[in-house]
Nanobody
Framework: QVQLVESGGGLVQPGGSLRLSCAAS????????MAWYRQAPGKQREWVAG???????NYADSVKGRFTISRDNAKYLMYLQMNSLKPEDTAVYYC?????????WGQGTQVTVSS
């Protein structure tokens, strides 16, 4: 079973930027479409952005034009560059497979956007 470890979160002012990273424990990563998800306090977990094995991407409307997802299959890494952050982006961010099945969820990384 792959292990997924998210990092890079923090406290940032509105309009600021953060870059999240997701490290996978095994080479199955390079054979999986991957995605970022987030869960805000009191809300259900939601899909944020997805990237297919060979790099094509999709984004939720709420982050389109502000967030960029990318991956490095050789290093089993995935990234989420977040620009023009808004208070409503505050959430715990998770990475996982993008599809009908998911791996065990990691601890996530907290992103707080506040002045």
């Amino acid at each position: 079973q792959v292990q997924l470890v998210e990092s890079g979160g923090g406290l940032v002012q509105p309009g600021g930027s953060l870059r999240l990273s997701c490290a996978a424990s095994g080479n199955i990563f390079s054979r999986k479409h991957m995605a970022w998800y987030r869960q805000a306090p009191g809300k259900q977990r939601e899909w944020v952005a997805g990237i297919r094995i060979f790099g094509s991407t999709n984004y939720a409307d709420s982050v389109k034009g502000r967030f960029t997802i990318s991956r490095d299959n050789a290093k089993y890494l995935m990234y989420l560059q977040m620009n023009s952050l808004k208070p409503e982006d505050t959430a715990v961010y998770y990475c996982n497979y993008w599809g009908l099945t998911v791996a065990s969820w990691g601890q996530g990384t907290q992103v707080t956007v506040s002045s």
